[in-house]
């Protein structure tokens, strides 16, 4: 029996007769029956792959990000082979996978309708179960035109004329058959809990010019259990949408008379930000950060020096042009005009670190199709700082950095997040600048600088920026999908081309080294985050309203009145509601509008000189002096910033 | 003997002799010496001319601002008169009146030397004590182009040649001669107190297409005490140059790699811009004004429909292309974008007064050369509020404006200002709209808040905006020159223009008035003012560092490191200096960057646990506890705000 041999990831390796098919072995294996597909060689491959000769393999399992992929890609055939056989004459065009599921384009003439869609689901629910045996085929290109002609698939054939391989994969699943790449499952049993989440119109190739095909979108899970949790999920992060939220707490408005990706922020989002502001200002000020203020605009040339211009101009604005062809244009960041004030001294390494903070508004041309609420905008304003330092303060300012985030996300009530250590691809010389010294040096300082802090943290290769590593922290939004909020940047570079210096302690000129760093990234994405992480119930802390005054008829208003001012005398954020509505009417306001406290005042209220809080969940306190409540409220903020 | 009837400006009359010159009538009513022209039926004139017809005539005296026009004026003929005599072959083209002086450029190849401009001030002397009488004489144009065509004169002859009056009015002194409208002095003598300022080139009418010419600046005073005055105020001026004094303090710097008249807010200068905002916010807040936060640019259309897009073109920045024909511009000023918010929702005459006020940054489109520090500037943050009211609020509101506008005044420790209430013009219907009604009403309504406030003002007919009246509160800068900080202005057509409304009592929908006004200007006018009205020298609670320890050896250093932890966290703006420099050099720096306060601390400091402060202008405290000192501390902020 001639045998090839194949090397396992976890290193050991085994041998088995050429041409074996991948499924023999993980049955030859006990291999666990989640696995779906396997990598040969790296490459993703179906189970029925016969292994001709020595090779790595990797088993892909059912729950696993490329297992994951397999399945909504086969679940998007299944759509297809469903749509077909229910309505002939339906062409196929395209149909990949997305976060979370998938879709599918079919030209059709009229979109389909609700009872449509459940028969397609209906459909698929048949097909599955009939667990057909999912094939692969290689068949010459010509070939394949031909057939897909024939099929009358004009948009199939459009597709293979402008692919270049030869031949062509097509895979089959009963009398069902569609060009593909692949890997799929086997077979279509492996397909066991999937539902089809939206509809909508779609240009073919994405151009407005071309004719409107009719979009399915669609989400497939290993489980029916994973599923059910998936679609909780999504009503929850549809509850929590910040966009939703944003307009019913009165935070903000997008205006088309103004423009696309342009956010207002109206008076209680103002006012949340400038909470947000005053906050992180405040605390940098105390950590030795020096707050400038730069203009939003600038000489296009400044950013032809840093770069910027060479490689960011399609998301910059268009620049305006002055008298004498002076150009000035919106910036994309705020680093060079940072770096301009760094060169505005002299500086010696006694005066360093030097750390130039600024609450930076930056401008990115988005298109309009891409903007979305507060978190895909055309102006931004950057919690951005700036840290000159010698090469030897790296990890101590690192190590401040991460203190802080820390320090903030406690504080915004963030419990779960964690580490990436964001590395070059050591292969890459095109993409990270090419200085192996340099980049050993500086990933080493951020590995101390976590090590240091005592964090775990997962490296990621090829994650760097082009300029140097950084450390990102990334948080997971309400689908369990990671973001990152604040980063940690090092960069040897525009030192370099700005041709930055300080004298060092030997009289030499120097380049120092600059830390990009934001800790809660724009006020814009902050916002958004903390919306649908809170779900609109700020910390008492961060609440832009945190109390609201209702009284149960107008006799109690005198009363309410004094309440009122020593409330705001105190600093609080508290409002009266005076209009002469039922109680419980007004009680209701008060907690959809997510206001921490509802401060109830009746007449025993009046007569004990009490105030009778009820917390926004719907608990009542006992009725207490108001001093004591004020205390109260006082160590709630405490323990929410952790200084209890 | 035929007479003619005078009637002067205090209403009475006079008869007298046809032909009188008016100096004969001074003459014969006594009036005062100080009149050195008249207005003859409105228009200026000499005191030599002759009274031909009964008219109107008031006395023009010289320390008038039209009466110091005419004396600058004759005194740049003077100039030009010793110019002359001196240098012949120098020809004279024109000599206008500027704010306290006059310039006169010559045709001249080389720039004047100091020791001949010099010989021109002892010339002017001499001709002055001449007392050569002035004389006016009228000539048909084509004599006058002749007579200074023979005198070699080619710019008078080109000036000449481009006006269409016939005959020319000529001016002669001695055997000096030039084309001039007037009035003039009587004679030389009464020209008393000038000085020539500077030198500079200037182009021939402004363009630097055409020759350079030599460019003499003077000044010309009543007496010589008055120009000593000036003289002294000119160089206390300097001194207070906000673009001196915002280097040497560090408070902002212009980059020409980001672009003239956009100002960079160093440290120091971005920390009292962020203490000027938050108090303006606060004070704001608590007077029940709503902050917003707007992007600073909008699609063009927005300013099509407000109107700036027809009347402010020129002074906005060019506009950029978006995709779709999407074109967005910087906006020039921030009323539009508040107009959208109110627009946002529905509003009942319950919710009215509605006060939105933004930190809002705007841009204009200055040319390059017309920039100044902070003064004058392409990018600028007003603080701006547009309160949106019924009809009758608008007394109240315009006096809740006022009751604040006087509050941050004396809080900036401004002691003089005036309310200047600016009317329409009501014989022009172009430059302000044309509703009678609504002006008469509006004018009314300040009227009557001025008088509720009860302070004086000066009503400034044809000072109106175009679209409705204002109060301006003007201040001196250190020249005397009155400048505009803040203004409440009536707007009644926005609202018409964007269709704004209200639902009233009576279920109508109706215009709400909208009320624009500026309390704290922009933060680059009123930073660059009180740099200049303190000196630099700040209040205690807006100077950006308030205390800076000095100790007298290292011996100190730690007790001062307490001292300075416990003033931080007291919230006091601190500085320590750590080096190890003499004590009288760290005292001598802290004075030159004009802190309020340096504390001292020396042995006898440490030992009896004291602190020894040491004000700005040199005053030393006895040494105090430092508890004692915080609460002196305390206390003079409260003064400085009017608290105590």
Known sequence: ME??????????????????????????????????????????????????????????????????????????????????????GTQVTIGPTIQDGFYYDFKRETPFTPEEIAKIEQRMEDLA????????????????????????????????????????????????????????????????????????????????KNEMLQRIYGTSWPTKPALKEYLRLVEEAKKRDHRKLGQELGLFMISDAIGPGLP????????????????????????????????????????????????????????????????????????????????????????????????????????????????????????????????????AEAVGVIRLIQRVYRDFGFKEYWYRLSLRNPKDKINFVDNDAMWDTAEEYLRQALAEVGVPYKEAPGEAAYYGPKIDVQLNDVLGHSETLSTVQLDFYLPERFELE?????????????????????????????????????????????????????????YAREVFTELKDAGWRVELDERNEKLGY??????????????VIGDSEVQAQTVAPRRRGGENLAPMPLNDFIERLKSEVAQERGEA
């Open 129 to 208: 179960r009939a667990n057909l045996k999912v094939t692969r085929e290689e068949m010459p290109k010509a070939q394949a035109i031909e057939m897909f002609r024939r099929m009358g698939e004009d948009y199939k054939v459009s597709i293979i004329e402008g692919i270049t391989e030869d031949p062509v994969s097509l895979y089959r699943q009963g009398d069902w058959i569609d060009l593909c790449r692949g890997p799929h499952v086997p077979s279509t049993g492996k397909l066991k809990a999937f539902k089809i989440t939206s509809v909508a119109g779609a240009y073919w190739r994405g151009d407005e």
């Open 502 to 558: 300080y004298v060092d302690k030997d009289g030499q000129y120097k380049r120092p080294v600059m830390i990009h760093r934001g800790v809660i990234s724009t006020m814009e994405r902050m916002t958004a985050f903390l919306i649908e992480h809170h779900a609109g119930n700020f910390p008492l802390w961060l609440a832009p309203v945190q109390l609201k005054i209702v009284t149960v008829t107008e006799q109690q208003l005198d």
């Open 264 to 395: 207002i922020w109206l008076p209680k989002g103002a006012l949340l930000r400038s909470i947000l502001e005053r906050y992180i200002v405040d605390i940098e000020r105390s950590l030795g950060y020096q707050h400038v203020n730069t203009p939003q605009l600038a000489r296009v040339d400044l950013y032809k020096r840093s770069g910027h211009w060479d490689h960011f101009k399609d998301n910059m604005y268009p620049p305006m042009a002055f008298e004498n062809k002076e150009e000035l244009v919106l910036r994309p960041m705020n680093c060079p005009h940072h770096i301009i004030i760094y060169k505005h001294e002299l500086h010696s390494y006694r005066n360093l670190p030097i750390r130039l903070a600024e609450l930076g508004t930056m401008y990115r041309y988005e298109r309009s199709g891409a903007l979305s609420g507060l978190s895909r905008v055309r102006a931004m304003t950057l919690n951005d700082a700036h840290i000159f330092c010698l090469p030897e303060q790296i990890q």
């Open 3 to 88: 045998s090839v041999r194949v090397t396992l990831s976890d290193g050991k390796s085994v041998e088995i007769r050429r041409g074996s098919r991948i499924y023999e072995l993980a049955s030859l294996l006990s291999v666990d029956g989640g696995i779906i597909a396997a990598k040969l060689n790296g490459s993703p491959v179906d189970l029925s792959r016969a292994i001709d000769e020595d090779c790595s393999l990797e088993w892909v399992s059912i729950d696993s990000p490329e297992g994951l992929d397999v399945l909504r890609h086969s679940t998007a055939h299944l759509m297809a082979h469903a749509v077909q056989s229910l309505f002939p």
């Open 586 to 599: 007004k009680i209701r306001e008060a907690q959809l509008a997510k206001i921490p406290y509802a401060i």
